[in-house]
């Protein structure tokens, strides 16, 4: 039972069952293992795919405590919001976005709103009004090394969903007990993957690669700790790995994964790849499912208990596709106030 307030009420419907229900709420056969969110008999946003128990317990604080973007009426407010202290949260936020603007008619501030729409309940939008200035939007990791993160572009809606949704990861992912962001899969950049077993030192040299800005800006870098995580045997069969090979860095490229016993360094490997040959190599392809699906899957059957689940290739990434959240076919630029609006307005362009 996921733990929420006593005024949030969960409820599910079996749309293979009540078809006539999920129709009269225009739920479609498209919209299965997804969770709607109502207030007062409004739909206000909507989740996707099958997500962890922290996910869905996090989400549904947002959408509860906050509007989709909130404004700091304060300089105190503005100084506690930059160091992840969110009214309405105890805990330190990992990210928050905080955007200043010298007016609520800005057409920048218009985007940022729109921004916060669509991804409304995945991320703190915040934001103060300060006569005559330019406007700038900046995304603060209060927990990283490297805490803040400017946005450098000209306040449209794609480049704004872009800056937020990756500036708002974790320098070092750790998906020793899963992951539910889609940014593994659809990240243009090489995945880098530390899989070892306690290794603070390795797990270090990491960190201090993570703090690079020319190696981040080309790697999304992530760690498995096997002396903490979920059952790992499926995911090393698939990866070729076996427990005697680790320390092991895993270079995620566009159709092969290439993977390296790490006794020397991560740094030294890197350095060396071209000339060392890896210990192994698996290909990625649209035929079979992605190997880190398997750890994913470990994640399902932990919280659901074990699913009879035939694993499905994940579309292979295009190098062109920026931001790690499915927006296909939505026409960002006719949404107003509401993220279904796109998606309507796409139907009603069709119609006519």
């Not at 103060?128 to 946005?151: A, G, H, L, M």
């Not at 092969?256 to 740094?267: L, N």
């Not at 939505?330 to 119609?351: F, Q, W």
Request: net charge negative; charged share 20%.
């Amino acid at each position: 039972m996921i733990d929420v307030d006593n005024d949030v009420i969960l409820g599910f419907v079996p749309c293979h069952l009540q078809t006539d229900v999920c129709t009269a709420f225009g739920i479609s056969h498209q919209d299965h293992h997804t969770v709607f969110a109502y207030r007062n008999g409004k739909k206000i946003t909507t989740q996707v795919n099958l997500r962890d128990e922290e996910f869905y317990v996090e989400w549904i604080k947002m959408i509860k405590n906050h509007d989709p973007v909130n404004r700091l009426d304060s300089k105190e407010e503005f100084d506690q919001a930059r160091k992840g202290i969110v009214k309405g949260f105890p805990n330190v936020r990992q990210a928050v976005t905080i955007g200043t603007f010298n007016s609520e008619e800005s057409k920048e501030f218009q985007s940022f709103q729109k921004v916060a729409n669509i991804l409304n309940g995945r991320y703190h939008f915040l934001y103060r009004i300060v006569d005559s200035v330019s406007p700038s939007i900046s995304t603060y990791r209060p927990i990283e090394k490297n805490k803040r993160t400017e946005y450098n572009g000209r306040f449209d809606v794609k480049s704004l969903l872009d800056h937020v949704t990756h500036s708002s990861v974790p320098s070092i992912l750790d998906i020793s007990n899963g992951f539910t962001s889609d940014i593994v899969y659809r990240n243009p950049n090489s995945l880098l993957l530390l899989i070892h077993n306690n290794h603070g030192k390795l797990v270090e040299e990491l960190m201090v690669l993570a703090n690079q800005p020319e190696f981040i800006k080309s790697h999304l870098l992530a760690q498995l700790d096997i002396s903490n995580s979920l059952p790992t045997q499926t995911l090393f069969s698939k990866m070729k790995l076996e427990a005697n090979h680790l320390p092991a860095t895993c270079l995620f490229l566009k159709s092969e994964i290439q993977c390296f016993t790490t006794v020397d360094g991560i740094t030294n490997i890197l350095n060396d790849r071209i000339a060392k040959k890896p210990d192994h190599i698996i290909e990625i392809n649209s035929k079979t499912a992605h190997p880190l699906k398997w750890i994913q899957l470990e994640h399902i059957n932990k919280i659901f208990g074990h699913q009879d689940i035939t694993l499905l290739p994940e579309p292979v990434a295009i190098k062109n596709i920026q931001n790690p959240h499915n927006f296909d076919g939505m026409d960002l630029g006719s949404i107003s106030g509401c993220p279904m609006m796109a998606h309507l307005n796409n139907h009603l362009k069709d119609e006519l």
